[in-house]
């Protein structure tokens, strides 16, 4: 089982339309969780962090639930540059990340 | 300011043969990573470079993979005896100091024949 599981999709979203997926995550001692964006052949960018408290960043929303051991990010009102892989990330002690496999949304006209 | 830089952005090479792909961080860096990243997957973990030692080493496959940072700047990742299986994207990142964000590099693609 990986240490990082996410649904692979696609996600076919409707333009202003919303989304949301979540991860799951196996390591209880991961302290610190990340939704990074990916688009195809290129290097990861990090979207938001995610706090336990929840946390916004415009159209996009991050949610740690800690006993479950899932994370989630809701985009609202998507736009077509909304397409992309999402990498969901743990950190355990020191700076190691651990991406899950990634979520891949399409957001269509 | 410059990015992360990594060169080859590609990378051909036969079974068996040796290669080295090098990382360019951030400047004023002192964190330095590699990740391996193969088609569908998201980036694994290799190691984690502080100044110029290695403090975490523990995602390097087997000892076939090496990495240096001898001056505490530029990484070089060393692969003897490749594999086809080796073949993936080789990602770099930076951070200020280890609590920081992580910043990618674009990326070398080794394809091993």
């Known amino acids: 089982r990986k240490e990082v599981e996410q649904d692979p999709g696609p996600f076919n979203v409707p333009e202003g339309a919303t989304v949301a997926f979540n991860c799951t995550y196996s390591n209880s001692a991961s302290q610190s969780f990340f939704w990074y964006r990916q688009d195809c052949r290129k290097e990861p960018k990090l979207l938001m962090s995610?706090?336990?408290s929840g946390n916004e960043d415009g159209r996009f929303t991050a949610q740690l639930n800690r006993a479950s051991q899932y994370i989630s990010l809701l985009i609202r009102d998507s736009k077509l540059s909304d397409s992309a892989t999402y990498l969901c990330v743990a950190r355990a002690a020191g700076n190691k990340l651990t991406f899950g496999g990634g979520t891949r949304v399409l957001v269509k006209p | 300011g410059a990015g992360v830089s990594q060169t080859p952005s590609n990378k051909v090479t036969e079974k068996g043969k040796y290669v080295e792909l090098r990382c360019d961080p951030i400047s004023g860096h002192t964190a330095l990573y590699w990740y391996r990243q193969s088609l569908g997957q998201g980036p694994e973990f290799l190691i984690y470079?502080?100044?110029?030692?290695?403090?975490?080493d523990s995602g390097l496959p087997n000892d076939r993979f090496f990495a240096v940072r001898p001056e505490g700047s530029v990484s070089t990742l060393k692969i003897q005896r490749t594999e086809r299986g080796d073949s993936a994207v080789y990602l770099c990142?930076?951070?200020?100091?280890?609590?920081?964000?992580?910043?990618f590099g674009p990326g070398t693609r080794l394809t091993v024949l």
């Open positions: 470079f502080q100044g110029t030692g290695a403090a975490d």
């Open positions: 995610v706090y336990s």
């Open positions: 990142a930076s951070s200020l100091t280890w609590e920081n964000e992580q910043f």
